[in-house]
């Protein structure tokens, strides 16, 4: 199986803050990566696809980026909404895989 | 609009099953594959597999020890999966997820999710 590992598990930020989370494939899964976002108690919420595209109605302060093993998802400016854990997931190749998550909290 | 609508909370004895629904809306069934994840409490996402609604078959199943099986019904647009000889550790939140199209056609990543499904297995 693909392993997927996502750097930090969490991190504190402040609203307006750029925040970076990585996410590294154990082997090459070409541009095959989602991210996703989940607040507790809630369903997860499909964020990119192919890497970089944004869903439909996902705000454009959302951004990924990478291919092969190693991948982005940026958030450019932080908003309250955005608190929330995010999750990587490869479907390259089965079983598809996710990420440990990143839990992103308030400073 | 796409709507994945799955059936209530669940609290099952150790050794028993549970058969979870998940009814489909607002596009074409069988246009599309559907995977079921699931979520241990405190945990992060594991995906459990992934049916072709057109024609019932499944094109991966993680490793339940045959525990699992998805299904479909196409008069109803619900997909099913059900999960047998529960165990403690199988108490999670599970999810139905329609994997999305490329506008080529090819087969894309998750882009809806059921609102989940909490199943409880108790002693």
Known sequence: DIQMTQSPSSLSASVGDRVTITCRASQGIANSLAWFQQKPGKAPKSLIYVASSLQDGVPSRFSGSGSGTNFTLTISSLQPDDFATYYCQQYEIYPWTFGRGTKVDIK | ?123
Request: aromatic share 10%; glycine share 10%.
């Open chain 2, 1 to 123: 609009q796409v709507q994945l609508v799955q059936s209530g909370a669940e609290v099952k004895k150790s050794g028993a099953s549970v058969k979870i629904s998940c009814k489909t809306s607002g596009y074409p069934f069988t246009s599309h594959y559907m995977h079921w994840v699931r979520q241990a409490p405190g945990q992060g996402l594991e995906w459990m597999g992934i049916i072709n609604p057109r024609n019932g078959n499944i094109p991966f199943l993680q490793n339940f020890e045959g525990r699992v099986s998805m299904t479909r019904d196409t008069s109803t647009d619900t997909v099913y999966m059900e999960l047998s000889r529960l165990r403690f550790e199988d108490t999670a939140v599970y999810y139905c997820a329609r994997e999305g199209l490329l506008a080529s056609g090819h087969t894309s990543a998750i882009d809806y999710w059921g609102q989940g499904t909490l199943v409880t297995v108790s002693s």
